[in-house]
């Protein structure tokens, strides 16, 4: 599943680094603005119905293709209405043609992308991860051999944009086809009383899910909309990478390989479903810590290597490295949030995800809003953080009161690791790149090895 998400996102992020350098700095962020809103769509179609797929496949096995048709049925119909209201939306904002055909074009790849996740709600539930990697790294190869035939014929954005679309429907078509391993057939079901039944289940992670992408691109709406479409894309660049790492790990890790392994940890009992957590815990914060060191120490030279030389989109040097080492900070709270969510769905609590991602949204408006116009989009960055934050700890209070939920038990450990391997950040900073980058990042894998195998002997050698 690691390698999917490694090689599928690792050619879409490769494929916009080219196309950062293949198109002017006003069409370079009406592409990111597309991609952006898209997500919008993607969680709108889902409306919830692959996690609620996915605890089911796991729980039961005995009415998948019931269910599965249902699922497909609904989501056939949530995808063309988001479709149509995303073009709707689009042309009351008053876009440009240009930039109304890239919303469109990449929201077309989207709705796609949302029927190809309900494939991979089975392959999680059945934990036959390979089918969706090879889907994922499908994907990716696709979207950077168009790139690049777009780059080398010269065919301009509008096709850059479309790169979007043929990759969806490449995953699409390759999801489709490892769905007959499991002698589950592509008949969508239209009945009434089950759609209405599993939208009645779905409906509050469907507006968790809507809500926490809005909450995620609302910033791009308000910096376009207070700076420039420049910046935009300057933002985008620093929240990509961000956003990446997360995305790498959170669906590999929650609604994939381990997700089905909560859900059954939670039916058995609160003890169970506390280990399992206090475990997930250690692992979630090593790996941000793992991905948080190198970008760190990279700094804006890092930025320079992925986006090219004109990484500033005309924006100055102190506001666009502020916002980047704030949006890399940032990146263990964010796994620690998507994490959380994973258990309180997990449980089966999930309607309290509404009310506390609406308490985000509103922090998150109110702060871009009053911070943006002083500090620029470092001021998009720091809401990132807190408004992460502050729902990490929600999250936390909801679980807790279930009972004792000793999370931060073995996290000293890859937390005494990082720190100890600030220093050689520091003393390998005039070191090339690479350098920098790799010696922090492996001493503190070493150091976090050595720290869990000591734990680990010590614990034994007391049960003794």
């Known amino acids: ?30 592409l990111v603005f597309a991609v952006a809103l898209s997500q919008i769509l993607l969680f709108l179609a889902d409306f919830g119905v692959s996690i609620v797929s996915n605890r089911k496949f796991s729980l039961d096995t005995t009415k998948v293709q019931e269910l599965y048709s249902t699922a497909l049925g609904l989501r056939f119909l949530t995808t063309i209405a988001a479709w149509v209201l995303l073009a709707l939306a689009s042309t009351v904002a008053g876009y ?6 890239m919303i469109l074009l ?21 934990e036959r991860m390979i089918y969706e990697a090879t889907t994922r790294i499908a994907g990716g190869a696709a979207a950077l051999f168009l790139v690049l035939l777009v780059v080398a014929v010269d065919l ?10 043929i990759r969806a429907l490449v995953m699409l078509m390759t999801s489709f086809a490892f769905l007959g391993r499991f002698s589950i057939r592509i008949r969508p079901g239209f009945s009434r009383k089950h759609m209405l039944k599993l939208l009645r289940e779905s409906w509050p992670l469907g507006v968790m899910g809507l809500m926490l992408v809005a909450f995620q691109r609302l910033d791009n709406v308000i910096i376009r909309g207070l700076s420039s479409i420049e910046a935009v894309g300057a933002y985008q660049e620093s929240y990509r990478i961000m956003e990446t790492f997360v995305l790498l790990i959170t669906p590999c890790l929650l609604p994939g ?23 997930i815990a250690q692992l979630v914060t090593g790996l941000a810590g793992a991905v948080m060191i190198p970008v760190f120490a990279g700094g804006t030279d890092f930025l320079r290597l992925i986006w090219g ?5 005309g924006l100055e040097t102190e506001e666009v490295e502020t916002a980047y080492f704030i949006l890399m900070a940032a990146i263990p709270i964010v ?19 509404v009310p506390i991602t609406s308490v985000a949204i509103a922090l998150s408006v109110i702060g871009n809003f009053l911070l943006i116009p ?14 992460n934050l502050i729902m990490s700890v929600l999250y936390y209070i909801v679980l807790r009161k279930s009972g004792p939920l000793p999370l931060l038990k073995h996290v000293w450990k890859p937390v005494v690791a990082g720190l100890a391997s600030i220093p050689l950040i520091f003393l390998t900073a005039s070191s090339p790149l690479a350098v920098r980058m790799i010696i922090p990042t492996a001493a503190y894998l070493i150091l976090w090895f050595i720290l869990d195998r000591i734990s680990h002997q010590s614990y034994y050698c007391n049960g003794a």
């Open 1 to 30: 599943m690691l390698a999917g998400q490694l090689f599928g996102k690792g050619g879409i992020f490769v494929s916009l680094m080219i196309l950062s350098r293949y198109l002017d700095n006003s069409r370079f962020g009406m």
């Open 96 to 101: 440009g043609n240009e930039q109304m055909f």
């Open 106 to 126: 990449i929201g077309l790849g989207s709705a796609m992308e949302a029927v190809a996740e309900l494939q991979y709600a089975v392959f999680r539930a059945r």
């Open 156 to 165: 301009g954005p509008l096709a850059a944009s479309a790169t979007y679309t």
């Open 257 to 279: 390989a381990l997700f089905p392994g909560l859900c059954r940890a939670f039916a058995s009992g609160w003890e169970t479903a506390k280990t399992r957590m206090v475990s």
């Open 309 to 313: 030389k004109d990484f500033l989109r």
């Open 335 to 353: 796994f620690w949030m998507n994490y959380l969510i994973a258990s309180v769905i997990a449980s089966g609590k999930q309607k309290v995800t």
């Open 374 to 387: 002083r500090f620029g989009i470092s001021g998009a960055a720091g809401m990132v953080l807190l408004s």
